[in-house]
């Protein structure tokens, strides 16, 4: 089953003609955690039968169907993993500070997106706060671990916007990564005394 013939007929920038989806009641969430670590990345996380399927996106995610953002595949990540915003120490795994920089749910067009996740190719649409329509998760055939996270040309696609400048703020707490670090080391210090 699939609906790329649909799909291929049509100029949905033109029309408003439903995009079309086969599987129309599975709903799940994403998140996007902006990470920095010891080198900058977005982590990509699709809700897929009860954990977070997780992929680190060095140069985050582009809204041109021309960019192919690598994406390293990575373990996956309990559910509630997803709304954490703050940091992780230094010398724990992972350590920096964390950003939520967008969530929503998401919508597989593959009828088993379990399946087409280790065939290689996953295709499903976002509706985020920032991150909209169709996508795709693409691996590269040489390297298990090593896939492509591209825009598809609908009409949410832009070639000169560059999302990840233009909205960098948290979707949770309206911060900027720096705020945040901030912020948690100002809430983690003992400065405050008690009232008297
Ligand atoms: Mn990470």
Excluded: C
């Amino acid at each position: 089953m699939s609906l790329d013939r649909y799909h291929k007929r049509r100029d949905f920038s033109k029309i408003k003609e439903p995009v079309g989806k086969i599987l129309k009641s599975k709903q799940s969430r994403f998140f996007i955690q902006k990470h920095a670590a010891s080198h900058l990345h977005y982590d990509f996380r699709l809700e897929i039968e009860g954990v977070l399927k997780s992929q680190a996106v060095p140069k985050g995610p582009s809204l041109d169907p021309k960019a192919k953002r690598l994406a390293i595949l990575v373990e996956d990540h309990p559910l509630d993993y997803g709304n954490f915003e703050g940091i992780i120490p230094k010398r724990q795994y992972g350590g920096g500070t964390v950003l939520v920089w967008d969530k929503g749910s998401w919508t597989s067009l593959d009828e088993k997106p379990l399946e087409a996740l280790q065939k290689g190719h996953l295709r499903f649409e976002l509706k985020g706060k920032k991150l909209l329509g169709r996508w795709d998760l693409i691996r590269l055939k040489k390297e298990k671990n090593s896939w492509f996270l591209v825009k598809y040309d609908d009409r949410f696609a832009n070639k000169t916007k560059d999302i990840t400048e233009d909205a960098p703020l948290s979707v949770l707490s309206d911060r900027t990564i720096d705020q945040i670090k901030e912020n948690t080391i100002l809430e983690a210090s003992p400065k405050k005394k008690s009232k008297h």
